[in-house]
């Protein structure tokens, strides 16, 4: 079964260091998707991108945040100057209609020291 | 944004059937109601969803009542991989999911 592949699986950043999460969403998918959910917290929307441009982001994806589409495949998010409050579980997702499930990757456990 | 309500958890046996409910009586005409299931340590999991007529694959089924103001999730036979928090989400035309805090599911051997 198609899978959505994220890399890495954990990373540990320092405070104020730049991080990309990277994302492989399945591959005649056209949504995408990025949510975390903090240790113990609900899963939360961070954005949502379709045709090359982001289509909704929440008030937690602020200017610190970015994503990229940058060749077709890979699906990024990059934090510019991490916080520590940003360390969470980083989900991607992506789906090939808007009425249909998601297929949700594994996610990214990024930890800032 | 549309609101669900679910009970904080549940146990049932295994091998037994399962029955989850959702409340969303604020439901619009054209929210879809989607069901997920998150293991631990894992992303979310899509399960099923429906918009007005009862729903089956092979993972489970769902019931949704007449005025859509509530729908059930349903394991025919639970087992101890179905332990998980579940989750009751209706999606909008934005498709974007509002996660709530789901019912965990307890499976006793």
């Known amino acids: 079964e198609p899978e959505v592949t994220q890399t890495p699986s954990h990373q540990v950043t320092q405070m104020g260091q730049e991080v990309i999460l990277r994302c492989v969403p399945i591959?005649?998918?056209?949504?995408f998707y990025w949510y975390r959910q903090i240790l113990g917290q609900k899963v939360e929307f961070l954005v949502s991108?379709?045709?090359?441009?982001?289509?909704?982001k929440s008030e937690i994806f602020d200017d610190q945040f970015s994503v990229e589409r940058p060749d077709g495949s890979n699906f990024t998010l990059k934090i510019r100057s991490t916080k520590l409050e940003d360390s969470a579980m980083y989900f991607c997702?992506?789906?090939?209609?808007?009425?249909?499930?998601?297929?949700f990757g594994s996610g990214t456990r990024l930890t800032v020291v | 944004d549309a609101k669900t309500t679910q009970p904080n958890s549940m146990e049932s046996n295994e091998e037994e059937p399962v029955h989850l409910p959702c409340n969303h009586s604020?439901?619009?005409?054209?929210?879809?109601i989607h069901w997920y299931r998150q293991l631990p340590s894992q992303g979310p999991e899509y399960v099923i969803h429906?918009?007005?007529s009862n729903v089956n694959n092979r993972m489970a089924s769902l019931a949704i009542a007449e005025d859509r103001k509530s729908s059930t999730l349903i394991l025919h036979r639970a087992t101890l991989r179905d332990a998980a928090v579940y989750y009751c989400?209706?999606?909008?035309?934005?498709?974007?999911?509002?996660f709530g805090t789901g019912t965990r599911l307890k499976v006793l051997a």
């Open positions: 997702a992506s789906t090939s209609t808007g009425s249909y499930g998601y297929t």
């Open positions: 591959s005649n998918h056209l949504y």
């Open positions: 991108f379709y045709n090359n441009e982001i289509s909704e």
């Open positions: 604020t439901i619009s005409g054209t929210d879809y």
């Open positions: 429906g918009l007005t």
């Open positions: 989400i209706l999606r909008d035309a934005t498709y974007k999911y509002i």
